[in-house]
C-alpha cells in the first residue's frame, strides 16, 4: 500500500493485527508510541542536517526511513542522524518518569521503560541498527571505512546468534509462554537481510 511517501507492507498490517489483537495489558498503543516518535526523531535530524527523507516503508521488520541520494549525508551527519531516534527516546524515558513522580500516571513509567528499552535495543552496534550505523560512520570519519563494516558484520552475526540461543532458552523455561527474545533474534535476522546503507530504523 502505498500513501505518498509513505509505504505499508502487507506484512506490517498482519504484525500490527496480530500485536493489537494479543495486547491485552495496552502496551502496544504506548510501544507504537514510542516508536513512532522515535522515527520522528530522525527525521526531524535528517531535514536539519541537510538531508531529505525519500520515503518511509512500515514492514515486518520495522520502520525504515529510505534517504535521497540527491542530498547525501557526510559520515559525520549521519552519527548525529542515527543518534537522534535514542536521543528522543531517552529525553521521553526521562520526562515520563518526572511527570509520574508528579501524579501524572503511573502509565508513564511503563512509557519510560519501553522508551529506555527502544534506546538501548537501538544503541546495540547491530548493522541495521543505530549504534551499528553510529560506530561504522565514525570509523569512516578516522579513515576506517571497511574496518568498521568488518566489525559490525561480526556484532550483527554474534548478537543475533546470541539473542536467538537466549530466546530458545527462554521460551524453554518459560514453558512456551515467553518468546519476546526469540522474536527480536527472527527480526534482526530478517532486518539483514533488507539492511541497506541509507535506511533508518
Known sequence: ???????????ALLAVALLYYLDNSGIFLWAFLA???????????????????????????GAELRL????????????????AGPAVNLAL??????LARRGMGERLYLFA????????????????????????NFLALLGREEAG?????????VT??????????????SGGRNFTLLIAGLWMTQAARQRDENDFR
Open 1 to 11: 500500500m502505498n500513501l505518498g511517501r509513505l509505504e505499508i507492507s502487507g506484512g
Open 35 to 61: 516508536c513512532a516518535l522515535h522515527e520522528i526523531g530522525h527525521w526531524w535530524a535528517i531535514r536539519a542536517l541537510g538531508g531529505q527523507v525519500r520515503k518511509m516503508r512500515l514492514s515486518c521488520a
Open 68 to 83: 535521497s541520494s540527491a542530498r547525501p549525508l557526510s559520515h559525520g551527519r549521519m552519527v548525529l542522524a542515527a543518534l
Open 93 to 98: 524515558a526521562l520526562g515520563s518518569v518526572a
Open 113 to 136: 521503560g519501553l522508551n529506555l528499552g527502544l534506546a538501548l535495543f537501538n544503541l546495540l552496534p547491530v548493522g541495521w541498527l543505530d549504534g551499528g550505523r553510529v560506530v561504522e
Open 149 to 157: 563494516r568488518y566489525l559490525i558484520h561480526v556484532c550483527s552475526i
Open 160 to 173: 543475533a546468534v546470541l539473542l536467538m540461543a537466549a530466546g530458545m532458552l527462554l521460551l524453554w523455561e
